[in-house]
């Protein structure tokens, strides 16, 4: 990371300004903490990080490499949502500093750097973080990002520093969701943006899932989870309902600027394959067709509409500002 990029960073203690001492350390001007520095990537997380988050990073570093292939993030049923929110970024500047927060393999960020932006692309887990660095280097984007790890609930950016905040999939994924509102909103500049996409809703973890749990128990009534195979935010989670993004909104004063509900049929369809697929090894994952799902999408467009049922969707994507 090179130096002009250090006034994007503060710590996450008491926001003061970073300073590097040598290559493998960087220490607080105000507080006077320190901060390792792995291979060229600063490790702002707070001395005493909760175990949960400790868990988090411990297991989405092990599943860096095959994160984005396992997730289908690159089936249309998937990629087309990604695709709508990234509009909210299409008017910026030059120059404008945009973090990913929770960015896991850094497919975001290497969108965003597409349209000139400069990205703060972060993560709890320093795998995931390599991970994105390589991808953008594959891409010949290294270029004006700053690539640091994080905890979403203590962000290392000096007050009312930046354009906007993008997580993606990883509000869920941690133990206070509202720490995470109030981190953001103080980070970001007056009339900056707050986007925050593919956030499951809350109804499936009351009927669908436990009867799935329930079925996958009938059919292998010894199998007990290995706590590697999946995340504890994964486990952990209720999802959101719709008033629970108005209360984080309300508490911070943020203004909405949309709630788009995504995937009805879709959300069905996708954890099935999923499931199915957790089955098979990485290089034989099945999928749909794609005039299958182009049909999927269609059709959930359309109950989007319908009075009541458009209630049942599995995924929110949510656009605030702060004003
Ligand atoms: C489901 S993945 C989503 C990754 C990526 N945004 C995407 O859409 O492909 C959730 C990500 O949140 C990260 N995460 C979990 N807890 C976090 C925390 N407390 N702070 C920052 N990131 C966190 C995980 O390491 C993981 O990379
Ligand atoms: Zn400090």
Partial sequence: MSDDLMPFLACP???GSLKRVGVNQMECLSCKATYPVDDGIPILLPPQ???FKILEAKFHSNNADYFAERAHRFS???SRYHDDYLVCFGNYQEGAVVLVVGGGGGLEACRLKNMGITVIESDVAVGMV????RRAFDNGQNAHTVFVVCDAEQLPCPDNSLDAVLIVAALHHLPSPGSFFAAANRALKPGGQLVIGFEPNRWPYYTVMPV????SR????NRNINPGETSIGDMETKGFAEADFEHFLRAEGLKK???QRIWYLGGFVHYVVLYINSKRPAERMIDLPITLQRALVAFDDFLSRVPLLRKFCWHWTLVAQRS
């Fill in 13 to 15: 203690l008491c926001k």
């Fill in 76 to 78: 249309y049923r998937v």
């Fill in 257 to 259: 600027v949309s709630l």
């Fill in 49 to 51: 990080l909760e175990e």
């Fill in 218 to 221: 009938m059919l292998h009534p």
């Fill in 212 to 215: 799935m749990r329930f079925l």
């Fill in 130 to 133: 390599k991970r994105a660095r």
